[in-house]
């Protein structure tokens, strides 16, 4: 994505734009439950009820972590957008449940069917509005490190699938007459929504315990870091060690200890420090480096021990 349509297509932007695609596809969505009477597109259009909800409470989180630090909160508001993508799991989950009851007493009493060719098509219409959505949104989420986006972006394309499920089991209901598949699907995508909205609870709880950077961006501080340590001249003396990182919304933290001769002035030490953060703040958009400086001849001591560079 160029920086042009990133700065273009911002989170709040797009969950916006969610907001009002939700409001689409519940019109559509109930209108295809109206017409035809089936409890399976009445869970799909719960669904959509959640995806709504999902999106404002996004919306008003990716705005709060948007807010620069300030006295009260000097690391700034980035976990924010945690809440979101944790809030979002609960109303799924709240979803399934109310699918499973409704489809629960459609199996006891099924019933049939009516304008099936309508429903669908209202159906398709709309799942067509959040796969599309969807698309933008996860190449936004990458670019932007934005969680929220990304919950909202794997709730539209779960809403997607079971829009899918939905009007496989009521053309299979229609060219079979087997009226207990309509509420048997309709289970089969509380299923599918659960599992989906368990993962996000777990992705929020995760962040909110300040998890570790991924693997591969983590090969890169180290990479990074290496290129230092192994240089030639004064920068084969430095070394590093106690390296910890963490990540927040938006935001990634890196901090560490760089060792370097005791003779050194500070403010050889000031430069060198300086050249080590912006390198690391070069490699990985978005990270923010905090450095301890310390003598070679001194170690810090911790609980855990870190590996050496």
Do not use: C
Not at 51 to 68: C, E, H, K, W, Y
Not at 81 to 90: K, M, T
């Amino acid at each position: 994505m160029t920086p042009d349509r990133a700065r273009l297509l911002t989170p709040q932007r797009l969950l916006m734009a969610s907001v009002v695609v939700a409001l689409m596809t519940i019109a559509l969505k109930t209108g295809a439950w109206l017409i035809t009477d089936s409890v399976g597109l009445l869970s799909d259009a719960m669904e959509s009820l959640v995806n709504l909800a999902s999106a404002v409470f996004g919306l008003v989180m990716v705005t709060i972590a948007a807010r620069p630090a300030d006295q009260d909160h000097p690391y700034g508001h980035h976990k924010a957008e945690y809440f979101s993508s944790g809030f979002e799991g609960i109303l799924i989950i709240a979803a399934a449940l109310g699918i499973i009851w409704v489809a629960g007493h459609r199996l006891i009493d099924p019933q049939p069917i009516e304008q099936v060719g309508w429903g669908l098509a209202l159906s398709v219409v709309s799942s067509a509005l959040n796969g599309l959505l969807a698309w933008v949104m996860f190449r936004a989420a990458r670019e932007h490190r934005s969680i929220a986006l990304e919950a909202d972006a794997k709730h539209l394309v779960t809403d997607v699938w079971t829009s899918v499920g939905v009007v496989v089991g009521i053309a299979l209901v229609h060219f079979t007459g087997w009226l207990w598949l309509d509420p048997l699907v309709a289970m089969g995508v509380a299923a599918n929504i659960l599992k989906e909205g368990f993962h996000l609870m777990w992705r929020s709880s995760q962040g909110l315990m300040d998890e570790a950077l991924e693997p591969e961006v983590m090969a890169t501080i180290q990479r990074t870091l290496g290129d230092f340590a192994s240089g030639e001249g004064e920068a084969s003396i430095i070394r590093f060690d106690h390296v910890s990182t963490r990540k927040a919304g938006q935001r990634r933290f890196v901090d560490l200890h760089m060792h370097m001769p005791a003779s050194w002035s500070l403010g050889r030490a000031a430069a060198v420090r300086a050249s080590v953060e912006q390198a690391l703040m070069s490699a990985v958009p978005g990270l923010r480096a905090t450095i301890q400086l310390l003598p070679s001849d001194v170690e810090a001591h911790f609980d855990d021990e870190k590996d050496l560079i």
